[in-house]
Structure formats: C-alpha cells, structure tokens
C-alpha cells in the first residue's frame, strides 16, 4: 500500500494504517489506551479488516509509530433515531491512544482530523465517541474539534 500523507506536522506524519503496522498499533494500544478492557492484537486485526478506510496512523520521523485512531460507521440505527438526531449517517470513533512522549504535540488532533475528514468525506453527518472522564486533556481535544456531551454513563459498585 502507497502511503497516503493525510496531516504532516513538524516530525510527524499521519497516514492510513496498514497491515504491517498492526503490531506496532496493538502494542501501543496494551500500552496507553484508556479504556476497560485491553484489545489484544486479535481485536486490533479485526478492526482493521472490518474497517480500513477509517484507521490511521501517526509516525514519527523515523517511521515509528507513535499514534492511531480507529472507528466505523455504525450501521442499524433505528430511523426514529436518525431523525432525533437529524443525521442520515453516524460514525463511531471507538479508539484512539498516543505515546505519552509525543502527547501535547497536536498528534491527537491530526488522528481526529483525519479520521472526521474521512468520516465527512463519506458523507457521515454526525460522529459519537466515549471518553473516560478522567482523560481531562483528551476531552479538551474534543470539545476543541467540536464535541460536546450528550449523555453521562455513570456506574455503582455494588460489591
């Protein structure tokens, strides 16, 4: 697969994921993403295959890979829902992670920035995410891009 610049900052490149990079994304994901479940590199390869054209890569200038975002188009939504929220088409960005040494850096930006190019590109009107909310910094880039909360997902322990 060619590569496909798709947001350049100093040092840093973003670009579609491919399948050689998959073990590098898996370990990066083990590593910091924020979430409650690790996804092992089983889960990481099926994202990829499911949904290629909406996964994307960050590399440094030595080609290492030091962020990704992944997500899809959510398929099945009810059309009374679709109609709440006047939108024909919804994408879903269902995980993103960046090697803490290049956090604050505008790496996070150029994954969501690519990845809602391709989302727009494709003609999705309106794009979900959750975001655990200790991730203060996380949710900042995302109010930034134009996010905003739309539901709580709260739990109790019960135990």
Known sequence: ???????????????????????????????????????????????????????????????????????YERKGIPDEVLRGWNAKRVGYVDLIAVDPSHRRMGVGRALMNAILGEFHSNHVDVVNLNAPAEQKAAIGLYRKLGFSVRAYNMRKRLT
Request: charged fraction near 25%; proline fraction near 6%; aromatic fraction near 8%.
């Open 1 to 71: 697969m060619s590569e496909i610049l798709v947001a350049s900052l100093p040092l840093v490149k973003v670009r579609r994921c491919s399948p050689q990079d998959l073990q590098a994304v898996s370990e990066l994901a083990e590593k910091n993403t924020a979430f409650d479940t690790t996804r092992t590199p089983t889960d990481i390869e099926g994202m990829h295959s499911r949904n290629p054209e909406y996964f994307f890569v960050a590399t440094d200038d030595h080609g290492r890979i030091i962020g990704f975002v992944t997500g």
